[in-house]
């Protein structure tokens, strides 16, 4: 949803869509909203889906007071800044997930099922390891039913196959153990093909709620994802190595009684404390709202205008400022001096609407 329209820009302006067209105003509103966004870090727009990672280290101003003095509050210590968090965009309308990440986690486990053979081969060490020990995915020889299992002891989101060989013609259907069979998981692949092992790339899925441990061919319990041959690769799949997405392997799922959250973006987490770590905090919610405020409004519509002056003038450099006919001497006056004390005066403006809205940015003087 767009925070002004073309015609709050013509009439500001005081123009039409024969002098800029209807399509160049609606990108110059589309860029003052994006500018409006990203200094507010706010969005008017219809609630969406947002991702914010957090770092969860200190910082001096909220150090533990047990070992580096700071500030009190009442008679406890306003303890640990790292379980604090500002959320990128508000206001927030609801909170989905709070995850902690492990940053440092890999394939536990990656077996590769020959269906003719109906044998297992262990290729857990393959795939943690760089340049050594490339490995089949399958069997060198593909058939349909061919299964790779991967496991983690942490659900993960996402999965990376560098393949030395890549695979052809070959279909892979995906799937999660719900804890009673194994259920269908809808992927989405970085790359053309990736999904089916016939190009490198990442596989990504959302979170299955109903995501349980178990064990393939006598392994430890762990999350597995299992991808099956539904049609048979002319040339089989060779891979380097496969790592995860670092973002998306969860070590820890906050219940909502563990953290409270407020609509202007601030989240506080109950009674935990985090190691140092980067991006280690993962939060996904939604930001927006029904309806946008005046002042927002009125901004974009002003950088939209100011835009559009721009660009007229911009056209009119090359236009005729006077003509004669016979001795009769008619002086037009440059074709752009209305245009710029026009932007003048919408620069005032937008300079006034700053201020009001809180929004820091260089001002050039006109």
């Known amino acids: 949803m767009a925070y002004s329209?073309?015609?709050l820009v013509y009439n500001k302006c005081g123009i039409s869509s024969s002098d800029v067209s209807t399509a160049i105003v609606t990108q110059y509103i589309a860029d003052a909203d994006a500018f409006i966004e990203s200094k507010?870090?706010?969005?008017?727009?219809t609630p969406s889906a947002k991702t914010s990672y957090f770092d969860t280290e200190e910082n001096d101003w909220h150090k533990n007071p047990t070992y580096y003095g700071g500030r009190i509050t009442g008679q406890k210590p306003f303890f640990e800044s790292r379980a604090n968090f500002n959320l990128e965009w508000s206001p927030v309308t609801k909170i989905s997930n709070v995850w902690l990440l492990?940053?440092?986690?890999?394939?536990?486990?990656?077996?590769?099922?020959?269906?003719?053979?109906?044998?297992?081969?262990?290729?857990?060490?393959?795939?943690?390891?760089?340049?050594?020990?490339?490995?089949?995915?399958f069997?060198?020889?593909?058939?349909?039913?061919?299964?790779?299992?991967v496991g983690c002891q942490y659900k993960f989101l996402s999965i990376y196959f560098n393949l030395a060989t890549e695979g052809s013609g070959g279909v892979c259907s995906w799937k999660y153990y719900n804890g009673s069979s194994w259920a269908d998981l809808t992927v989405t692949e970085d790359t053309t093909g990736a999904d089916d092992l016939n190009a490198s790339g990442g596989i990504t899925w959302g979170r299955p709620a109903d995501w349980e441990t178990t064990s393939v061919n006598s392994s430890d319990d762990l999350y597995f994802i299992k991808i099956t041959v539904t049609t048979a690769h002319t040339t089989s799949p060779k891979a380097e190595y496969m790592y995860f997405n670092h973002d998306s392997v969860i070590e820890n799922e906050f219940s909502s009684h563990e953290y409270t959250w407020y609509s202007d973006g601030r989240l506080i987490m109950?009674?935990?404390?985090?190691?140092?770590?980067?991006?280690?905090?993962?939060?996904?919610?939604?930001?927006?709202?029904?309806?946008?405020?005046?002042?927002?409004?009125?901004?974009?519509?002003v950088l939209a205008s100011i835009s559009c002056m721009q660009y007229l003038m911009g056209g009119s450099f090359d236009d005729a400022s006077g003509y004669s006919l016979g001795s009769l001497q008619v002086q037009k006056g440059e074709p752009y001096t209305n245009l710029r004390a026009t932007i003048v005066e919408l620069i005032k403006e937008r300079d006034e609407l700053y201020k009001q809205l809180g929004i820091e940015v260089t001002l050039i003087s006109t």
């Open 40 to 45: 507010l870090s706010k969005t008017w727009a």
């Open 270 to 301: 109950r009674n935990y404390t985090f190691d140092s770590d980067a991006k280690s905090l993962r939060v996904d919610y939604y930001a927006g709202a029904s309806s946008t405020p005046t002042l927002v409004q009125n901004l974009s519509t």
């Open 5 to 7: 329209t073309t015609t």
């Open 139 to 149: 069997a060198s020889t593909v058939g349909v039913g061919d299964i790779l299992y």
């Open 102 to 137: 492990n940053k440092s986690a890999k394939p536990n486990k990656v077996l590769s099922y020959d269906v003719s053979e109906a044998t297992y081969t262990d290729n857990t060490d393959g795939a943690n390891s760089v340049g050594e020990d490339l490995f089949y995915t």
